[in-house]
């Protein structure tokens, strides 16, 4: 079912006039609370990473009574921590024409054009606010010998707008928000909850009023009343069982939310990481990204010929195939992050990737240390080659390094509108978790700017919008709507732990993610998507017959954690696979083998898809329903981009 | 192919904080070198879980040596093998066919175990509350290049701040003590311009805090450096020593903080 | 009395508590560089240490040794206190033991504080009672006819004895042990060492604890090869 364009929509909310005044006004028009009636309405903030931390801090600071909740034992924990490349800002510290414009202009078309330009506006606007934050904080940014902090160009920007801190940027800013965070917990503002984890949203009057959790340690369920509730709990990654992400991270939250009625908005943008580390074997459990920067100095190759055996350094020169190099010869190696994928993956279904798994192709600096020198390549690259070692055992300076394409952050998320707000009332919806700003495609160092924009700037101020519409503490967890709710998690639980088959929960999270990759992976076309629509509903019938949950919900069980997850990724996955279907283009990070240039270049279709797909859930199994958020683009021209 | 490994696993089993807890003995087969430390512990989860068992608890998020989720001592040393590693990051290729491998959980009184290998690390929370930040309102910030800071100062600081707050200094410390991690965030915002304002409140309070939640004390052994993940220097305690002394004499004649 | 509540406070911290051993034992590492130096004297022959003696006895009209005394015995109390209630404490932090039990870097010296630290406690009573506090019946006169304690020949007839040198060399040998981890961790406590220092600080460690140890045995040693003679 495909209802008509905006039709039935929730209002984007997006604020009139001109697109540098937008969020000046949307301030200026957004209702207050008066500070001492602020103490009286409770936010339940779902994940602690760095928009669910610094939005828990600074709601705290405003007076808000904040309860925080995350799967980890610390918030200090989250995913966020793993970012390594650094945060864009446009401080213009380099007089060197950047601006709020062109940081906001390189967003959108970055995004491919599928992005909400006022959104992406005013993430441009806050992001120089966020870095004045974070050093106020005591995030140790790198800096310059006369005390100022530096900034390096990253992913291809024209301009040096990125703030790092060594290869540890995300690290850094999610302590800041972590010990802002803490503060506020000191301070008696925030009630913390680590090891808990939400599995289930509840809805009061159609109003998002609650949350059911699971005491990781206990095993109790239990649920917490609140005016409003924050979901900032991060993407979806691990629905391919193999990405960049941690092994926590889950959908269990938002895909919950969706179930509740909240719209998933373009779950088929999914970006892929070129330069990680290869699968070593059926065993493995999670893929290292290693920076993008190698490709400043590697060259890319595999072997002409496919089943080739030789060792690299014993395959002559005219019997290798630098496939970026000679495909784009003017970008080579340095071919934007979704080319160099496919071109990957391309070789490797050849049949010419290397190693083990023949998943696989080399990232070569022999030619760079002639150039330069060992010494200098070990200057530049000597942590990442370290990094490489450990995992590999691979000496990387005597071998070519051997890389593949992963996930890495997903761009689609929980339809939100300009006020962060889902469809559902009263559930915002934050950071990675929403789909608003990156559109088909994420830039390098954005991520870390948009979960920090969100919990530090935006929801501060938009959240009152919705509160200021409310009575304080209605609410209570006595409410028959929690009582039914609890009962249907502890239902769940109960069926996990009496299942008994054969199989464990991981058996059938890497057989789901397999399949998602090989079908909604780096390239998708119609046929392999249907396949998979077919076949993700058979496991996910084989899983409910036949997982095994050892033990019992008294205690820690980590298997039992583990089930929910998968048992949500299960149904996940054919939303997944539906938006990939439907979107009958490529952009961004969706890719349909029947929509490319001659070229093999991605090919849009704006004059029909440039809109946002956001789904209503219509039961498990059944067909999702379609809902089109129209884009306007008034400031920013579309085009086509070319690598050639 | 991969080489593969036979091992021999003697793991604490505790079914939960409150249960008594003992090593049981555990066959690992067929492990490649290529698998990750906590790799082979899935792949003998798998087996038990197969076998009717319940898989060995332990904790792990990340598994890139970045989020300080993972812990155990693994033959007596906490995040086993190889410097400036975490559990995580260690590799199968690091032991030899045919070895016994001890893997208990990071021990303290601090750290209670709640299952196995798991241990609560709230404690440390708990210190960072007690004054682990800079109390720097959101909105309330100046330009960001209006106070340079020395590179040196900002280098040294990160140095401090690079810690994940795995709790590796505690567990190999024989007196359990956390004065790496408290020196660590006490030096990493002691250094700044920005943190000055609270620097002898900050020392005091965490270092009171770090007290309070039993923790013992240094003996200057270094044990903590040694296995730190991130290689943070036992020169930051001394920093903290020097620090508490000074905030120590000025509370005591000079001012309240 | 709102300076002892904060000395309370300060006493109850770890850190604190750490300060004063720190403290006490700088105190305790000069006075034995005194006292070797003292000792040393007795290679002058039994005139230089015997008016070294006297002057010990007699500097601020016989008050300076009972100064020196109380404030040893002083530091002698805050070290072993201090010690006790951290070691007490330590114990508490750990109850349960790794069963297999590794160490990565810390020195034999360091993970024995506590060991060698009583041993010198009781060798520094006996030495008390061999030295100072049993009655010395031999006199020394001077040319001018002065007549004092021979603490010359005190020492040589003491050291005669084979059992009561090996006793103090022995002794000698836990007490340079002890400064082998106690001097640089003075520095390490009190803030005076830096990752350039470090090294310095640790050779200066194992140096003045060489120092000490070589020094004090060298006179049972001469006196036993008969350099030393009553």
């Known amino acids: 079912m495909v209802s008509d364009i905006s039709k039935d929509m929730p209002d984007s909310k997006i604020p009139s006039g ?8 949307h301030k200026m028009d957004s209702r207050l609370i008066n500070p001492n009636n602020k103490r009286k309405y409770t936010v339940l903030v779902v994940g602690s990473g760095l928009a669910g931390a610094s939005a828990a801090a600074t709601l705290s600071e405003l007076g808000y009574k904040v309860k925080c909740f995350c799967y980890q034992d610390s918030p200090r924990r989250a995913h966020s921590i793993a970012a390594q490349g650094g945060i864009n800002a446009a401080k213009n510290y380099q007089n060197d024409g950047d601006s709020v414009y062109r940081l906001f202009y390189d967003t959108v078309k970055g995004g491919d054009f599928r992005s909400r330009e006022a959104n992406v506006h005013r993430l441009a606007e806050c992001s120089t606010e966020i870095i004045d934050q974070c050093v106020a904080q005591g995030v140790p940014f790198a800096r310059e010998y006369g005390g100022l902090l530096a900034n390096r160009s990253f992913g291809g920007a024209q301009v040096s707008r990125t703030f790092y801190a060594r290869g540890q940027t995300g690290q850094q800013l999610l302590i800041g928000a972590y010990s802002a965070l803490s503060k506020q917990i000191a301070a008696g503002g925030v009630e913390m909850y680590p090891r808990t984890e939400m599995l289930d949203l509840v809805l009061v009057d159609g109003h998002a009023k609650g949350i059911v959790v699971r005491d990781m340690v206990t095993g109790r369920v239990h649920s917490f009343a609140g005016d409003t509730v924050l979901l900032a709990t991060g993407g979806y990654g691990n629905v391919f069982y193999l990405s960049t992400n941690a092994m926590g991270c889950n959908v269990t939250a938002a895909y919950r939310a969706h179930k509740r009625g909240a719209y998933f908005a373009n779950p088929c943008y999914t970006q892929i990481h070129p330069t990680c580390i290869p699968v070593s074997g059926a065993y493995q459990s999670k893929l290292t990204l290693m920076s993008e920067s190698l ?80 010494d200098a390549i070990r200057e530049r690259y000597g942590n990442l080659f370290q990094m490489y070692e450990q995992i590999t055992g691979e000496n990387a300076y005597q071998t070519p390094m051997r890389i593949f394409p992963a996930v890495h952050y997903t761009m689609g998320g929980l339809w939100v509108d300009y006020n962060l707000m889902s469809n559902i009332p009263g559930l915002h919806v934050l950071g990675e978790a929403n789909f608003s700003d990156h559109g088909a495609n994420r830039l390098g ?200 | 192919m991969a080489k593969k490994l036979q091992l021999t696993l003697k793991v604490w089993r505790q079914p939960s904080g409150k249960a008594e807890g003992r090593i049981e003995t555990y066959d690992a087969k067929d492990i ?70 001890w893997i208990e959980p990071f021990r303290a009184d601090a750290f209670p175990v709640l299952k196995d290998l798991m241990v609560d690390r709230t404690a440390f929370d708990h210190i960072i509350q007690a004054g682990g930040f800079i109390s720097a309102r959101t909105g309330s910030a100046v330009d960001a290049n209006a106070t340079p800071i020395p590179k040196p100062v900002a280098d040294a600081a990160f140095d401090a701040a690079a810690c994940i707050g795995c709790g590796a200094c505690v567990a190999a410390c024989k007196n359990a003590s956390a004065m790496l991690f408290v020196a660590a965030k006490v030096e990493h915002l002691g250094m700044l311009p920005q943190g000055k304002a609270e620097k002898d409140r900050r020392v005091l309070s965490m270092v009171r805090a770090m007290d309070d939640h039993g923790f013992g004390n240094c003996t200057n052994q270094y044990e903590c450096e040694a296995v730190c993940p991130k290689e943070i220097s036992a020169t930051y305690i001394t920093k903290m020593n020097r620090d508490f002394a000074a905030a120590s004499v000025k509370e005591a004649v000079v001012t309240e903080f | 009395m709102k300076l002892l509540e904060s000395f309370k406070q300060f006493y109850a911290s770890s850190i604190g508590k750490k300060l004063l051993v720190a403290l006490s034992g700088a105190v305790l590492l000069l006075f034995l560089l005194g006292h070797l130096l003292g000792n040393l004297v007795i290679y002058l022959g039994r005139g230089a240490l015997n008016d070294y003696a006297e002057f010990l006895h007699h500097a601020l009209h016989g008050m300076g040794v009972w100064i020196a005394r109380v404030g040893l015995l002083g530091a002698v109390g805050i070290h072993i206190m201090a010690t006790i209630h951290l070691a007490a404490q330590n114990r508490a932090a750990r109850h349960s033991r790794y069963a297999y039990e590794s160490t990565q870097t810390a020195s034999k010296a360091s993970r024995t504080m506590i060991i060698s630290g009583t041993i010198i406690l009781c060798f520094i009573i006996f030495h008390l009672l061999h030295f100072t506090i049993l009655p010395n019946d031999l006199k020394d006169v001077t040319t001018a006819g002065h007549v004092r304690p021979d603490v010359y020949g005190m020492v040589v007839k003491g050291f005669q004895n084979v059992l009561v040198s090996l006793f103090y060399i022995v002794s000698m040998a836990f007490v340079c042990f002890h400064l082998s981890h106690g001097v640089s961790s003075v520095f390490q406590t009190l803030g005076f060492r830096s990752e350039k220092s470090a090294d310095m600080i640790k050779w200066l460690g194992h140096g003045y604890a060489a120092f000490i140890f070589l020094g004090n045995i060298s006179i049972p040693i001469a006196v036993l090869l008969g350099f030393l003679k009553f």
């Not at chain 1, 001109?18 to 006004?25: D, M, Q, S, V």
């Not at chain 1, 539906?578 to 349909?592: N, Q, T, V």
């Open chain 1, 18 to 25: 001109p697109i540098a005044e937008k969020w000046t006004k």
């Open chain 1, 295 to 374: 490709r400043n100095d590697g060259r890319v190759w595999v072997p002409k010929k496919a089943g080739e055996t030789r060792r690299p350094r014993d395959i002559p020169e005219d019997e290798r195939d630098y496939y970026l190099e000679r495909k784009y010869p003017s970008f080579g190696n340095l071919a934007p992050r979704d080319i160099s994928s496919r071109g990957a993956k391309e070789v490797c279904d050849e049949g010419r990737g290397v190693g083990d798994t023949g998943l696989g192709v080399y990232l070569d600096f022999a030619a760079a240390i002639d150039r330069d020198g060992e």
């Open chain 1, 445 to 644: 160092a954005s991520a870390l700017m948009q979960g920090l924009a969100d919990g530090y700037f935006v929801i501060p101020c938009t959240i009152a919008n919705y509160l200021a519409g409310e009575t304080p503490g209605t609410v209570t967890t006595e409410h028959e709507a929690f009582k039914k709710v609890e009962e249907e998690v502890s239902q769940r639980i109960h069926q996990f732990l009496n299942i008994n088959g054969n199989r464990s929960v991981d058996s059938f999270h890497r057989e789901l993610g397999l399949m998602v990759w090989d079908k909604c992976g780096m390239a998708r076309d119609r046929e392999g998507l249907t396949e998979a629509l077919k076949k993700i509903p058979e496991l996910r019938e084989e899983f409910w017959k036949n997982v095994r949950v050892p033990g019992d919900n008294n205690n820690v069980n980590q298997e039992l954690e583990k089930a929910g997850r998968v048992a949500d990724f299960l149904e996940f996955a054919e939303l997944l696979c539906y938006d990939a279907r439907a979107r009958e283009e490529s952009c961004g990070g969706h890719f349909r083998t029947e929509y490319q240039t001659e070229e093999g270049e991605a090919m849009r279709d704006d004059e029909n898809y440039a809109y946002v797909s956001a789904w209503e859930h219509e039961g498990v199994g059944k067909e999702p329903t379609l809902h089109k958020e129209n884009l306007e683009f008034e400031n920013v021209k579309l085009a086509v981009r070319s690598y050639k």
């Open chain 2, 32 to 101: 490649p070198v290529t698998a990750s430390f906590l790799e082979m512990l899935d792949i003998v989860n798998e087996g038990i879980i197969a076998d009717g068992g319940e898989p060995i608890a332990f904790d792990h998020d990340c598994r890139e040596g970045i989020c300080g989720m993972c812990s155990l001592t693994i033959n007596g040393c906490p995040h086993g093998p190889g410097k400036g590693v975490t559990t995580c990051q260690v590799h199968m290729r690091s032991f030899q066919d045919g070895d016994t491998i």
